[in-house]
């Protein structure tokens, strides 16, 4: 099992009468935590949503690869894990009911969903919640159990969109251990956020504004090119251009 | 096209939960079908009844036995702290709403009029609705008859001699007429409006996304979340069932297989309808008001209420393609005159095309607004 490497090649996409993305170039390598950042509008929601298969592109080609091997749309699509920014959990089940819902969704042998669902409980330290119905949880658990029900899957890419918007610091820092906890070898990631405090925090970034990729590369390269000390300065630069 | 139990299995469990634990939905699931029936069965009735009845005439023998075979009938009622024979203005006590039908002697009395041979009895009718009177006035004519048969006169030459005989339904009762219908119309409620708020809700709280990026194929969220309700509906068919025939009596001549039959063709149908509406609804509310917005025009046309066949050709077309109408004529027809298989089977024909066609536009649409 190994993790799976995206690539975005010259996709453009209306949303509405907006022109989400123009021509957008990407590379995402296999194993790795990617960010794509920008401000609020900058199209990194229509990304995301591209790269799970929910939206098509009007032009270019998104391209998914496991090691050498080429994948499908449908095939790549079923070992994706998306995590859409807004909440979508049934309130009225309990999270062990989610987790047990999403098995049956997935195909789980017992025997793996018990370990799977022991080891992501643990991890998370929702445990002592499980009885919980999801209505009933904070704002940080209700994210960590969203990510549960996407990571019981075992997915070889990880979409988050914007996983800590709303979220107060501690469960903040709760989440992104978890995803690192779980990304590496077998798991790319990639993310959205608009903090650009998260931004350092990827080990490749990917600068979108006004549905434009500005640049890829790791943060040092980038901040080196752009000749700033903080992402924000990327926005604020290019906004006053 | 894949279909895997186990996937099917979790959104079975998934839906049975959310619906036990949300008490709006057993409301709707329950409340609906059993206080309809108790309604029809008991208070709504178009059984002419509670008519307010007087007979005026000096007092005699013939009057006395025309009241009391009037009210011994059950249909009508006596009018409180109205005599009779002191009557000076029958006219009036129609306009006043005092009586609703009054029958009227002439000054010599019932005995005279009826020795005559041709009666100038008089039957004053408050025909504000027309219906109704025309059946109060078939039972007056049946009981002056009857009477004046009791007591040896001849009316060949006078009242119309009536000779009504009702089928299968003998006491025209309303209740073993309104249940079969029932059987449908609660069920298809509950069906297109719960099914079809279950599969809004998805879309508004964005649980869909998470359905259609998840590994499950379109056939087996459709499916997986119809199923639920499809059981729900065959059970709301059993239980108005049990309550007619246990709590009202209907009798019962058919049998339970052509019942289960139509049932399953009529709740894929109704799933078909809740599916289909809820391709082009984004929130729970727009899921009911557009079912409320179906239910109206297809619970008219389905013969529930008014006859198909009184309805003008221009709209009975609209008729033929409605899937309540089948399966109502059908529950009917089974329940009541236990199920001629020519019938049945060609309801349930037609119900299978319909039903095939809804699917196949639900499924399309279903799939075109997934992708």
Redesign the interface.
Known sequence: MTALRAEVHQVSKKMGRAQALKRVDAVFGAGEVHGIIGPNGAGKTTLIRLL???L?PDQGQISYAEEKDALSGSQA??V???F?Q????????TCE?HL????????LPQAEFAQRSEELLRATGMTPFKDR?AGKLSGGMYKKLGLM?VLL?RPKLLLLDEPTVGVDPVSRQELWDLVYGFAGENMTVILSTSYMDEASRCACVHVLSGGEMLDSGTPKEVMKRFNITDFSEIFLNHESK | MKLRARTLKGFFVKEIIQIIRDPKMILAIFFIPVMQTIMFGLALTSEVKNIKFVVVSKPGKIAQELEARALGSGWFTKVPGVNGAQVADPEGLVASHKAEAVLVAPPEGFEKALERGAAPIQLLLNATNAQRAQQVNGYVQQIVAEVARDNGYDLSSGLIDLDMRVLFNHYMDTTSFMIPALLVMSTFIVLLVVGGMALAKEKETGTMEKLIVSPCSVEEIMVGKTLPYFVIGLCIVGLILFIGVVGFGIPFRGNLWQIAVNAVLFAVSALACALLISTVVHTQQQAMMASALFLMPAILLSGVFFPVANIPTMFRWLCYLNPMMYSVVNFRSIILKGGDAAFFWQNCCWLAVISVVLCAAAYKNFKSKLN
């Open positions: 799970a298969g929910l098509h699509k079923r994706t894990g998306y859409p807004e909440p979508s959990l049934y309130p009225d089940l009911e047990e819902f999403f098995r049956d969704l997935y195909d119905p029900c899957n």
